[in-house]
Each structure stands twice: as C-alpha cells, then as structure tokens.
C-alpha cells in the first residue's frame, strides 16, 4: 500500500476535485486528526497571509471571498426576511491578469496522472474552495427577541439527510423602511384611566422568557406584553408581608387592650347602675353591732372561769367590784343580779356624759331606789338625800326621762317619768300593769320639785299607761335583761326593736361591756 506523505500539498483525493463537491477538512489532507469542535471557524490570520502569498507569486486568489476584518460573529444580529430570489446571489469573479491565466491554463491542460505535477509552485498548498453552505458555529448562541424577529427557541441540529436552511442575507433598502414604518407607527389612544395608572410610579419586577401574556388576578400588578408592572414598589409589598406575620402577635395585643378598656367602661357604667339595681344594705343598728372574735374570747374566758372570787372589773366611780361569780348571771338560763344592773345603769350614764347630742339627758336611779321609797307604803324622806344638785350636778326637772328599776320579788319591771312628754309609764316583760307603782312615782315628782325648787307641779294629772306592743320574754330567766334593754333604747330615743331573739347577744354584750367599764 503506498503510505501516504504527510506533507503533500495537494490530496490524492480525486473526490476533492470534483466541482461541487465538499472540500475535507485541510488537517485530514496533512494527516493530523481533527480538531475540537471550537476550531472549525476560519481562522482570519491564515486566511490574510494566503492572500498576501497569493499576490506576490501571481497566482489566483482563492475562490472564496476576502476575509472581514472584524471577528466573525457566531450569530448575525438580525435575521433577515427570506429572501424572495431562492437563487442564492454568485459572488463577483476576482480579476485575474493575462499572464497569470495563460500559466493556469497550460498547467491545467498539461497531460499527467495528477495535477500536482503540472503545478508551477509544488510546495504552495492549494486552498480548499468555499463551501456551498455556511458551516454550523458549536457554541452558546444569543437569540434575539427585538422586534419579535428569529426564532423563540434555538433549532435543533439539522441531521445530515435533512436540507440546510439558506444562509441570512443582508436587509434590502424595502425590508428595511418596511421594518422602520412598523416599529415607528403612532401608538393606540390611552384611556385617561390607563393613562392615570400609567402616570404612577411603576416598577419593573419580571421579564417573561417567551411570548405569552401573564395576567395576574391581583389588582396590584399589571401585565403588558411580557413585562410584569407593579404599581405598589416590591420593598413595600415585602415589608406589608413580613408585618402581617410579625405582627401577629401585635394584633393580639392590641385585642386585649381592647378588651380590657371595654371591660373598664363596662365596670364604669356598672358602679353607676349597682347602687340602682342592688337593694341598700341596712345599716346594722348601734344597739346590734356584732362583737369581734376577740371580744368573743375574753367574754367566754370571764364567764367560764374556775376562779369564782377573781375581780374582773372594779368600778370606782360606783364603787362596785364584779368578781367572776357576780358576772357568772349573764350566762343563759340565769337571772340578773343587783350589782350588775347598778353597774350597767352607771356605764349609761356616762355614756351620756361623753355623748351628749346623741342621747338623751337622762337620769338612772339604782336598785335600791323603789325599796326605799315604797317602804312602809310611801317615804320620801328615805330618799330624799338621793337627788341632791350637789350629788348629781343638775335638777331631775332638767331631765328627757328618769329611769326607775322595779324589783318584785323574782321578777324585774321598769317605770319611766316621762318629763319630756309629761306621763308615767310601766315596762313589763310580761305585760301586766302596777298602777300603784306610777301613783307613788306620781307623789315623788310633785315633793322632789317643791323639796328642791319650792314650786308647784300637777304631775298627779300627768297621763299614767302601760306601754303597749312590748317586746316579752318567753322564758322564767330573761326579765332583767329585758329592763335593761328597754332603758338602754329609750335613752337613745329609739323604739324597742328587739326581741327573745336577741337576749344571748345581749348578755354577752353586756358582759363585754362591763369587763371594758365602757357601754356602746
């Protein structure tokens, strides 16, 4: 087999000089492999000094035309419209001298097995003649969408049985004010509402790879071609997203202070309307007021002692001394002793003196007073000294009301001389009437006056009853402590409201108060 030179610079391929037939790539003619797929471009500098070379041996140019000084591009920026003669145009013949074609062409008539050997320049290597077509460009390709002009996706690779599309050609002057005439016509009329919106500030957000028109339902963005506007600027869309999450907390907040405000006005508007719709809490009356836990205990310990002989409580004003078993009648189920009732009269009595205007100007005569005065049937001279201005500081005349214990036997009743109201009156628990006691009460009146003063009173004419709607015992052992409680209302000017009922709160106030040697 003859081994093919290298360095030939003409092939022995007699394919290649066949017209029309596609030249092989010049690195398979010097026996080298091909090169990558970036290499098939032109290469410019080859292409200038084959040029030179030419000129200066008088060959012919090559057959292809003359290299462009800028580099090739690997896409021309504008697609041409097709061309409407199908035949593509054949390029001007280069100039060829007299002398240069007579050399061509005895050397192309010269007889030889190869046109090598009839080749004035064995070591010039013959240039491949033009291809019929464009050679395909292998690298990243830039589609230009100006104008709606190429294709919106690059083409597939043409296969080699497929036909080759025609090469882009150049505008003509027609393509070209036909293309100037359609970009440059006037625009559609705008709507003043268009015109409006358009007038605010846009911003771009997103350009849309192909040719279809996104409408969005939001009223915020408007879609015009492929370009998306927003008129509402993306930072501030972006910050109304981000509170709307942040702020979730906030809004509660804010919920809470709304409510606790209303809950506020509502308390308001409630105080104001309580006091219509809620029933007035009585006032307990001064006479009930419920003693403290502490006063609870020191009652219970001085009524329940083992020490009967231990003074409690020393009054010296009266001098009486109350000792545990004096006390001890307070207890339920025990009548009521002398000392106590004294002792408790007395306390009235000052209670009086330290509050004037709120009770009234009474006197509190003892135990002992009647005994003195009814013994023998009347004696006023046994009671006589009782009543002096210099004992008592003031005349009884001067009193609202004087106050007298009845005792009989087993049982304790009241007499009043009502000075205020001019009548004698009889308290019993147990409903009966002594009129015998309200006559010699009646006699006393009329002597203390003339005895003290030297005047003349008719208090035999004064009204003498017994009081009606008593409040009565319903038991043998309560009769003193209901005395006592008549006595302490009337000398507050209060109507006996009181009742069975009430008598162990009243012992043990009693009790309490004479422990304190205070009365309430």
């Given amino acids: 087999m003859e081994k093919k030179n290298a360095f030939s610079p003409v092939s022995s391929n007699p394919a290649r000089l066949l017209p029309g ?16 797929m970036g290499a098939l471009t032109d290469s410019r500098k080859r292409l200038t000094s084959d040029h030179r070379l030419s000129a200066d041996h008088l060959l012919p140019s090559p057959s292809f035309p003359p290299p462009s000084l800028s580099p090739p591009s690997k896409r021309p920026k504008l697609v041409p419209f097709p061309s409407f003669n199908p035949t593509p145009p054949t390029p001007p013949r280069p100039h060829i001298p007299a002398a240069v074609a007579d050399v061509a062409s005895t ?11 009839a080749d004035p320049l064995p070591h010039r290597r013959r240039l491949p003649p033009p291809p019929p077509l464009p050679r395909p460009i292998h690298g990243p390709q830039r589609v230009l969408r100006a104008f709606r ?29 036909e293309l100037v005439n359609s970009v440059s016509q006037a625009p559609r009329p705008i709507p003043d509402v268009a015109r409006k919106a358009e ?3 846009v911003e771009v957000v997103a350009v849309e790879e192909d040719g279809d028109e996104r409408k969005e339902p939001d009223d915020e963005e408007v879609v015009r071609g492929s370009v998306v506007v927003r008129r509402v600027p993306l930072y501030k869309e972006l910050y109304e997203a981000s509170s709307r999450k ?11 202070v709304r409510l606790a405000e209303e809950g506020r006005l509502g308390l308001e508007r409630l105080a104001e309307v309580l006091p219509r719709i809620t029933p007035k809490k009585e006032e307990v009356p001064e006479p009930f007021v419920p003693l403290t836990d502490e006063d609870e ?20 004003a009266s001098n009486i001394v109350i000792t545990r078993e004096i006390l001890q009648c307070l207890n339920d189920k025990e009548w009521l002793n002398d000392e106590v009732i004294n002792l408790y009269l007395d306390l009235l009595k000052e209670r009086e003196q330290r509050e004037p205007n709120k009770f009234l100007k009474c006197h509190f005569f003892s135990t002992f007073f009647y005994k003195k005065l009814s013994s023998g049937g009347y004696d006023y001279k046994a009671v006589r000294r009782w009543t002096t201005k210099r004992k008592l500081g003031y005349n009884l005349m001067e009193c609202d009301k004087i106050f007298v214990p009845i005792h009989k036997e087993v049982h304790w009743c009241l007499a009043v001389i009502n000075i205020r109201d001019k009548k004698f009156q009889y308290l019993d628990s147990l409903g009966s009437m002594d009129m015998k006691v309200l006559r010699n009460l009646a006699r006393y009146l ?14 035999l004419s004064w009204k003498q009853e017994g009081v009606k709607n008593l409040p009565l015992q319903e038991n043998g052992w309560d ?7 008549y006595i302490d209302f009337y000398s507050r000017d209060m109507n006996l409201i009181f009742g069975q009922k009430h008598m162990r709160y009243f012992r043990r106030r009693t009790a309490k108060e004479i422990l304190s040697l205070r009365a309430e």
């Fill in 21 to 36: 037939a596609p030249d092989p790539p010049i690195c398979e003619e010097l026996g080298f492999p091909p090169p990558a």
């Fill in 107 to 117: 050397s192309s008539t010269a007889p030889g097995p190869s046109s090598s050997t």
């Fill in 149 to 177: 002009l190429g294709p919106a996706r690059p083409q597939a690779a043409l296969s080699p049985s497929s036909p080759r599309p025609q090469p882009p050609q150049s505008l003509g002057l027609e393509q070209y004010v």
């Fill in 199 to 201: 007038a605010a500030p």
């Fill in 246 to 256: 942040r702020d979730a907390k906030l809004k509660t907040l804010e919920f809470e």
């Fill in 297 to 316: 205990d020191i009652v219970r310990h001085a009524l329940h002692g083992r020490n009967r002989r231990e003074k409690l409580a020393v009054h010296e």
């Fill in 446 to 459: 009329v002597d203390e006056v003339k005895d003290k003063s030297g005047q003349q009173i008719d208090a």
């Fill in 479 to 485: 009769c003193g402590m209901f005395m006592l409680k």
